[in-house]
């Protein structure tokens, strides 16, 4: 506790009841969101809320960002679900002790750092989706089931008292900063609430009508699950599922959360950290998690900043569980409801609507299609494919930007004046700039204006170099770097040397015992 306190901005008494304050309301929310998850992955509620605590607590001691919130989330239950149904709960423990471990991997490998090729598109594209999914998840609260179990819509008495219940804590939330900042707003607005349903014996959902919360402390617990080669080749798909998945949703979080924090994280660290924490969740029976958007907006809002508060929640939390689950069961869901429409409204990148008019179209399409399918699929594939289709039209708008210039000089040969970058999207262009066949006997390329970037730019340097051959021309090459004058192997000696040679590395290695092109750097 003490090392906890020395890395608060300060020690005041004032900054700790913040970030305690702050825990409690994360927890609240935490519960239904857990047994929710618990449902859809088709596990008791226990095994979420054992999640819950535990990702959620060891992520908050070894994580990337403090302020950040871990738990079970819907991302990976909802892949969850088809192994659980098909081989049960244990093969489930197993494959989160495995999505763990190649978690750790990707920590030790250094994998984190490649959240930076993430565009700020997909970034948009993923807080929308969220956002909306969030929205989405929170409508099932709106529904009872009926006597064959089928859910419908409550009546319009039941929806009505509902719904002022949730605009009440909605506005609660929205007001309490003007008072006062000495409390989360969000925590005021679930205690009004709940005092004023509970005093009055209201009759709406409550907590407790999902499913009881009352357990005890987690247990450790081995697999029943036999190691051998079948059983693998069952869980290990699920694992690389659940760690990418998980890993994608924390990493994006991590920079979220930095973002409006102004904190700078470990990407690496966060990898590592949540690998701890599904390992051990797998042993003590949870189902494991990642970082939640909701709960982190959550507490970041309440004034969450430090390791503290994402302890303070999964403590209080474990209590709930433990010993306060006959008083969390009385919540009713339209206090929690409201504050997850709270967490809506603020999450919702609304500037994205207002600026689809001033950036470039294949922008607008890249957020839309990673907001879409991060709806109706799944946030891994829509990141990856918000990725690809940003990566592609970065290739292309280069690939168009290759152009060249002839000019004769005071000897009475062709110049060709390259400009742009030379890769495997612009060569096609690049070799319709000659004409091989009516040029002088000394023809120049200068690169003095582009760059060489990759193998397939070497090779059509090569090649164009074999047809100049052939018509008994010479063929000069200026102002590439030193590393293309190594790399090229027929046409090596065709380049000038000159004291304005740019200096750059080429995106392959040449094998000079082979004379071959291997890996990139």
């Known amino acids: 506790m003490q090392q906890i306190l020395k890395n608060l901005p300060s020690s005041s008494f004032f900054l700790f009841k913040t970030e305690v304050l702050a825990g409690l309301t994360v927890a609240l929310a935490l519960v239904p969101e857990a047994v929710s998850f618990s449902f859809v ?31 079970a989330t819907g991302a990976l239950a909802v892949v969850m679900v088809s192994l ?16 763990g471990a190649l978690q750790i991997t990707a920590g030790f490998l250094k994998l984190g750092k490649f959240i930076r090729l993430v565009p700020y598109p997909v ?64 925590l005021v607005g679930i205690f009004i609430v709940a005092a004023f349903v509970i005093l009055f014996n209201i009759d709406v959902p409550r907590v407790g009508d999902l499913a009881s919360i009352k357990g005890g402390l987690p247990s450790f617990h081995i697999p029943m699950v036999d190691l051998t080669f079948h059983n693998l080749s069952i869980i290990l798909p699920y694992a690389l599922i659940l760690a990418t998945i998980g890993l994608i949703e924390s990493l994006l979080t991590l920079n979220l959360v930095g973002d409006m924090t102004g904190n700078v994280g470990g990407a690496s660290k966060e990898c590592y950290a949540q690998g701890v924490a599904n390992t051990v969740t797998g042993f003590f029976g949870g189902m494991g998690g990642c970082a939640m958007i909701g709960q982190s907006m959550i507490n970041v809002k309440s004034g969450g900043r430090t390791r503290l508060s994402g302890i303070s929640a999964s403590l209080f939390l474990l209590l709930f569980i433990v010993v306060g689950s006959s008083l969390i069961e009385l919540i009713p869901l339209a206090a929690l409801v409201g504050v997850m ?7 919702f990148a609304w500037e994205s609507i207002t600026i689809i008019r001033r950036i470039p179209r294949t922008d607008v399409i890249v957020m839309l299609i990673v907001t879409i399918i991060t709806v109706m699929h799944d946030l891994a594939i829509a990141v990856i494919c918000g990725v690809i289709v940003s990566a592609l039209t970065y290739a292309w708008n280069n690939a168009i930007r290759i152009r060249g210039s002839v000019e004769v000089n005071e000897d009475g040969n062709n110049v060709y004046y390259i400009e742009g970058p030379l890769f495997f999207g612009s060569i096609q ?44 021309k010479t063929l000069q090459l200026r102002h590439l770097s030193s590393d293309c004058h190594k790399l090229l192997r027929k046409a090596g000696q065709l380049v000038v040397n000159s004291d304005d040679d740019p200096h750059y590395g080429i995106a392959v290695n040449y094998n000079v015992k082979t004379g071959a092109f291997g890996k990139g750097h």
């Not at 509620?45 to 908050?60: D, E, H, R, S």
């Not at 409550?154 to 509902?162: E, G, S, T, Y």
């Open 41 to 71: 992955a088709g596990v008791h509620p226990l095994v979420g809320l054992y999640a819950a605590f535990i990702v959620g607590i060891i992520t908050a001691l070894i994580g990337g960002r403090p302020g950040m919130i871990s738990g």
């Open 84 to 99: 659980v149904s098909e081989h049960g709960v244990e093969y489930l423990f197993a494959t989160v002790i495995l999505m």
């Open 341 to 347: 429409f709270m967490v809506v409204i603020g999450t």
């Open 123 to 186: 970034m948009l594209g993923f807080v929308n989706g969220l956002a909306i999914v969030i929205f989405l998840s929170q409508l099932s609260q709106f529904q009872i089931e009926d006597a064959d179990g089928i859910r419908q819509w409550m009546d319009n008495r039941a929806l009505v008292i509902m719904l002022v219940l949730v605009f009440s804590t909605m506005g609660l939330i929205w007001i309490t900063p003007k008072i006062t900042t000495s409390i989360p707003a969000p």
């Open 429 to 472: 262009d690049f070799s319709d700039v000659f004409n091989i066949k009516d040029d002088t006997e000394v023809v120049i390329i200068d690169f003095i204006n582009s760059r060489v970037v990759d193998q397939s730019a070497l090779q059509a340097i090569e090649d164009l170099a074999k047809k100049y051959k052939k018509r008994k």
